[in-house]
Each structure stands twice: as C-alpha cells, then as structure tokens.
Nanobody, 123 residues
C-alpha cells in the first residue's frame, strides 16, 4: 500500500492550471518535509518543489518559479502543488515524497514515496 494518495493529474492545454494533492496514509505528515518530484519519459526524476516541516520554507526549481506553489495543510495530512501557466515541458509523472528535512529531500534521503499522478500538457 502506498504511503500517499496522490490525485489531480490530468491532460491540460498549454497555459492551463492543475492542483495536485498528496495525502499521507499511515503516518503523520506534519513530522516531515515534503517534496514534489517529476519524471518525464526517458528522463531522470527531478525535484520540482519542497516545503519544510513547519511550512515556513519553500524551494522550487528555476523552471517553475513564479508558476508553481507548494503548500501544506497538516490538519488534513495533505500537501498541494498548484501549477499555473503549464507548459509541455511540465509533462511527467509527479510524485510526492516525505523526508526528515528539506536538506534530506535534496539528498534524496526519502522515507516515503508516493506512486505518482500523471500530468500531460498538450494541445
């Protein structure tokens, strides 16, 4: 059983928006920093966004800055990724991951991986 339930992936036209959700099952989300990763066909998995355990610190890769926003609602054990102004290069399978800290996420020292939700940006 996946430690996360991910949803929100879809086929969307360029310029459109999606909101991905990632809900923890079987553990308390609030103890972890959470990251969103994506993997396109034939490419390595890359980190897209991260949020600290407290929610005070966020980070993004350069290509999504100003377009994507990561947030968390610990009362719901859920992390969100709001994605606006989507581009074809944003296409991929998006995974959430839990780690002890943002530094751990950057080092891929992941405690829990989700199974992914597919985002396709195409006209």
């Amino acid at each position: 059983q996946s430690p996360f339930v991910e949803s929100g992936g879809d086929l969307v036209q360029p310029g459109g928006s999606l909101r991905l959700s990632c809900t923890a099952t079987g553990f308390t989300l609030g103890y972890y920093a959470i990251g969103w990763f994506r993997q396109a066909p034939g490419k390595e998995r890359e980190a897209v966004a991260a949020i600290s355990q407290s929610g005070d610190t966020t980070s993004y890769i350069g290509s999504v800055k100003g377009r994507f926003t990561i947030s968390r609602d610990d009362a719901k054990d859920t992390v969100y990724l709001q994605m606006n102004s989507l581009k074809p290069d944003d296409t991929g399978n998006y995974y959430c991951a839990a780690a002890p800290s943002i530094v751990s996420l950057s080092l891929r020292e992941i405690d829990h991986w989700g199974q992914g939700t597919q985002v396709t940006v195409s006209s």
